[in-house]
């Protein structure tokens, strides 16, 4: 009995590492990634970016402008393996008759084998004759 329980016990313990074995994503091909990899020695890993802007009007009659610009890019020749870019932004008019205008754009380059963009924004106008506008564009590059 004693024999048994612990061939079973080995057994589950062994079930979660043939698991880990076998899990994963795939790759078509494998070499083609290592020569990507081989190819952008030199250059940088990863680019990450992050351009937040915070524009707000408050008051009776007030106006709040907000322009940013972001542009990210690798050196000549040279295109990052990963590249993440976030852009937010929160552009609020509170008040009777106050404009808020934001307008945001980012350019980032092209990862070679994973791209993440992450883009929110936050328009709010509160008020009698109030207004709010925003733009907000996350752009990635070859």
Do not use: F, K, W
Request: hydrophobic share 35%; charged share 10%; glycine share 12%.
């Amino acid at each position: 009995m004693r024999r048994a329980s612990l061939a079973i016990l080995a057994l589950l313990s062994a079930l979660p590492a043939a698991a880990q074995e076998r899990g994963g994503v795939h790759m078509r091909d494998p070499t083609a990634v290592l020569d990507q990899i081989g190819a952008n020695r030199g250059c940088p890993m990863s680019s990450t970016s992050v351009t937040v802007g915070l524009n707000r009007a408050m008051g009776a009659r007030s106006v709040g402008q907000q322009q940013i610009g972001t542009s990210s890019a690798s050196p000549t020749g040279c295109q990052p393996l990963v590249s993440t870019q976030v852009v937010t932004g929160v552009n609020m008019a509170l008040g009777r008759g106050s404009q808020a205008d934001q307008s945001i754009a980012a350019q980032g380059p092209r990862g070679l084998l994973s791209t993440n963009t992450y883009t929110r924004g936050y328009n709010y106008g509160y008020g009698a004759m109030s207004s709010a506008n925003q733009r907000i564009l996350n752009q990635v590059g070859r």
